[in-house]
């Protein structure tokens, strides 16, 4: 069975910086759009960052601009998030997700996406 895999979230400080991991296994994710999503308690889950599937396109939200960058591997069928000065709103956990269509190109739309992680925590403290 298909499945995404998010790794590498964890507790620090404010101003550290983690990188995200999303691997996959039971499907080829160099076909597929891939974004990031987040969602803090209490709030509804929101864009990060997409990549399309050429890798050449990439998409942030403007709170997350000029800090975090997608990225990604075909070869290793993963899809990374570089987080650097991270502040206490970035608290969340993030999912990664893959777009339903093939050859497509990065969307900020929750819905573009039908295959979701289980999330990872991240959590930044002052």
């Known amino acids: 069975q298909s499945q995404l895999v998010e790794s590498g979230g964890g507790l620090v400080q404010a101003g550290d910086s983690l990188r995200l991991s999303c691997a996959a296994s039971g499907r080829s994710l160099g076909y597929y759009a891939m974004g990031w999503f987040r969602q803090a308690p209490g709030k509804e889950r929101e864009f990060v960052a997409a990549?399309?599937?050429?890798?050449?396109?990439?998409y942030y939200a403007d709170s997350v601009k000029g800090r975090f960058t997608i990225s990604r591997d075909n070869a290793k069928n993963t899809v990374y998030l570089q987080m650097n000065s991270l502040k206490p709103q970035d608290t969340a956990v993030y999912y990664c997700a893959s777009s339903a269509s093939r050859y497509s190109e990065p969307s900020y739309s929750l819905t573009y996406y039908d295959y979701w992680g289980q999330g990872t925590q991240v959590t930044v403290s002052l």
């Open positions: 990549i399309s599937w050429t890798g050449a396109k990439t």
